[in-house]
T-cell receptor, first 112, second 115 residues
């Protein structure tokens, strides 16, 4: 069955450093992959979408890569700030592509 | 744009009662809405997919008679937790899709506590 794994449950880094989060998937080939941010007690907020024919996508301090050979996406936040502290979720279309399933999330903490 | 409003944000109910949660797309037509459940420090678990005007499709292990979903219009879907029990206490989140467009737009969730 299709599986999504975000390897780090929690990640703590110093302000100003680059945070790198990992999303791995198995047993299928999604046409795209998404990253969302979720703050405590709130719904997820969309950040970036990358398609299978794109290697990399950037938005301000965010960068996402998509390696369909490794079945992996990396999510980078450069010049991290305490306000970036949140849980980050990767999401993939399910087999029928009409629904989206989420990884377990990585809780990122940026310390001043 | 693309705002999804979910109501109520918090609800406390007694065991055995039913609770209705509303999810509205405010500025777009949502042909498809999704209902998720989230336990503390866990990811979103898809419960069901609802399409306007048709019956919802439930994920394996989700009781359709327990979690009633209605998607009567292009801007409103409701989730009713029937005969709630303490184990139904959770964070329920809806999301909506504007046609086949991405991304999903999420409501801010409903914290249900069953006493």
């Amino acid at each position: 069955s299709q599986k999504i794994e975000q390897n780090s449950e929690a990640l703590n880094i110093q302000e100003g450093k680059t945070a790198t989060l990992t999303c791995n998937y198995t047993n299928y080939s999604p046409a795209y992959l998404q990253w969302y941010r979720q703050d405590p007690g709130r719904g997820p907020v969309f950040l970036l979408l990358i398609r299978e024919n794109e290697k990399e996508k950037r938005k301000e301090r965010l960068k996402v890569t998509f390696d369909t050979t490794l079945k992996q996406s990396l999510f980078h936040i450069t010049a991290s700030q305490p306000a970036d502290s949140a849980t980050y979720l990767c999401a993939l279309p399910y087999s029928s592509a009409s629904k989206i399933i989420f990884g377990s999330g990585t809780r990122l903490s940026i310390r001043p | 744009g693309a705002v999804v409003s979910q109501h109520p944000s918090r609800v406390i109910c007694k065991s055995g009662t039913s609770v209705k949660i509303e999810c509205r797309s405010l500025d777009f037509q949502a042909t498809t809405m999704f209902w998720y459940r989230q336990f503390p420090k866990k990811s979103l678990m898809l419960m069901a997919t609802s399409n306007e005007g048709s019956k919802a499709t439930y994920e394996q292990g989700v009781e359709k008679d327990k979690f009633l979903i209605n998607h009567a219009s292009l801007t409103l879907s409701t989730l009713t937790v029937t005969s709630a029990h303490p184990e139904d206490s959770s964070f329920y989140i809806c999301s909506a899709r504007d046609g086949f467009n991405l991304p999903l737009h999420f409501g801010n969730g409903t914290r249900l506590t069953v006493t």
